[in-house]
């Protein structure tokens, strides 16, 4: 079946604009992650979502970020009033299972680009 | 520093050879996993080493996982062009909802 995709590939916007990123998980994978990697680093973890469970937002770095996951398949990740240090690759990934004791599968992430 | 954290190199070797890469750790962990990650997009699973296992093998990639000195390495073997790419670690610590990834390692492989 189909992977994780996420759209778009890349969003380039102006400082103080709102943005959106959409994730389409794999079917059936209940578990759903968001991170933010910028250039040269790691993945920096956003949010979790499991099921029906109130999400994991502990790593969400400031309140200008949220993300819902309606009907517990698509995601899409906000950033309010975008500034330049939000610029990165945005990934998103699903898991088949609630507990991180197994592998998480990526789409192709988006490229922000606040200018 | 944060959970799986690998050394930061950039390693550049002849195809064929073979490619090492380690990985430290700071807590305890219920498993270690490897990624791949190509031109900076998403990034693919290649291996999960679980907290009682010391070695793991699939096809040229080799794991292990030291968790007294809190490490992992990753080797490839008889490397191949299409291994240039970014390697991460990523922790799965007990009691936490998240991967802990490290900064990666950037191998390129010389045809």
């Known amino acids: 079946g189909a992977g994780v995709s996420q759209s778009p590939s890349n969003k380039v916007t102006e400082k103080g604009k709102d943005v959106e990123l959409r994730c389409d998980p794999i079917s059936g994978h209940t578990a759903l992650y968001w991170y933010r990697q910028s250039l040269g680093q790691g993945l920096e973890f956003l949010i979790y979502f499991q099921g029906n469970s109130a999400p994991d937002k502990s790593g969400l770095p400031s309140d200008r970020f949220s993300a819902e996951r309606t009907g517990g398949s698509v995601s899409t990740l906000t950033i309010q009033r975008t500034q330049q240090e939000d610029s990165a690759v945005y990934l998103c990934a699903s898991s088949s299972r609630g507990r991180q004791s197994y592998e998480q599968y990526f789409g192709p992430g988006t490229r922000l680009t606040v200018t | 520093s944060q959970q799986g954290e690998e050394d930061p190199q950039a390693l550049s070797i002849q195809e064929g050879e073979n490619a090492t890469m380690n990985c430290s750790y700071k807590t305890s962990i219920n498993n270690l996993q490897w990624y791949r990650q190509n031109s900076g997009r998403g990034l693919v699973h290649l291996i999960l080493i679980r907290s009682n296992e010391r070695e793991k093998h699939s096809g040229r990639l080799r794991v292990t996982l030291d968790t007294s000195k809190k490490s992992s390495s990753l080797l490839i073997t008889a490397s191949r062009a299409a291994d240039t790419a970014s390697y991460f670690c990523?922790?799965?610590?007990?009691?936490?909802?998240?991967?802990?990834f490290g900064k990666g390692n950037q191998v390129v492989v010389i045809p």
């Open positions: 990523a922790t799965d610590a007990y009691g936490n909802n998240r991967l802990a």
